[in-house]
């Protein structure tokens, strides 16, 4: 059975500091996403990682995929109060339809 | 641009009744999928749909019904609405990449 984990849940840091937010799951799977939810508001897709090794980087956030270590990261580099968010990953197992599993969430605070 | 829509932003229910939840996307795509979201516990897959009348249980379908009728169309149902369902619904339907989600519906069954 697919489970994710992420780590930390809560997660306040200063402006202009780097933080790894990170996802881990239990058995294989297809692609790993990442997601940010602004309050009241719903899920905005990020990144969709599909191999190992897959890097991608939008402006101050770059996730990464690790398919043998079965984990993802999403790194902030130099933190701006904007960032400020909850952060799902999910993972999917194509099982005859495709079944996503979420993390529980990261709630991220930029202190200004 | 993607759009999933939900036919209600705010729900208030009694502990009993029968609700529809309406989800429609405009993109043509195969898969729908029914989330509820709590605090601390992420989102939980109730039903998702992979074609048209086809349907999946997900991880937490106690209490939940769907129907897809056509394409676009994916609905949740509460056949007897308990105050335990009180929640945050969220619809998404997916291409081969990505899943794209609705706006939520927050429920309240008193």
């Known amino acids: 059975e697919l489970k994710v984990e992420q780590n930390p849940l809560f997660l306040s840091m200063q402006e202009g500091k780097n933080y790894t937010i990170y996802c881990n799951y239990s058995?294989?799977?297809?692609?790993l996403y990442w997601y940010r939810q602004d309050p009241g508001k719903s899920l905005e897709s990020l990144f969709v990682l599909l191999s190992n090794g897959a890097v991608k980087q939008e402006g101050r956030l770059m996730a990464s995929l690790d398919t043998k270590a079965r984990l993802s990261t999403l790194h902030i580099t130099a933190a701006v109060h904007d960032l400020s968010a909850t952060y799902f990953c999910a993972a999917e197992r194509n099982t005859g339809g495709f079944k996503t599993i979420f993390g529980a969430g990261t709630r991220l605070f930029v202190k200004a | 641009d993607v759009k999933v829509t939900q036919s209600s932003r705010y729900l208030v229910k009694r502990t009993g009744e029968k609700v529809f939840l309406e989800c429609v996307q405009d993109?043509?795509?195969?898969?729908m999928f029914w989330y509820r979201q709590d605090p601390g516990l992420g989102l939980r897959l109730i039903y998702f749909s992979y074609d048209v009348k086809m349907k999946e249980k997900g991880d937490i379908p106690e209490g939940y019904s769907v129907s897809r009728e056509k394409k676009e169309r994916f609905s949740l149902i509460l056949e007897s609405a308990s105050t335990n369902q009180t929640s945050m619904y969220l619809c998404?339907?997916?291409?081969?990449?990505?899943?794209?989600f609705g706006p939520g519906t927050r429920l309240t069954v008193l």
């Open positions: 058995t294989t799977s297809d692609r």
């Open positions: 998404a339907s997916s291409d081969l990449n990505e899943q794209f």
């Open positions: 993109m043509d795509h195969e898969n």
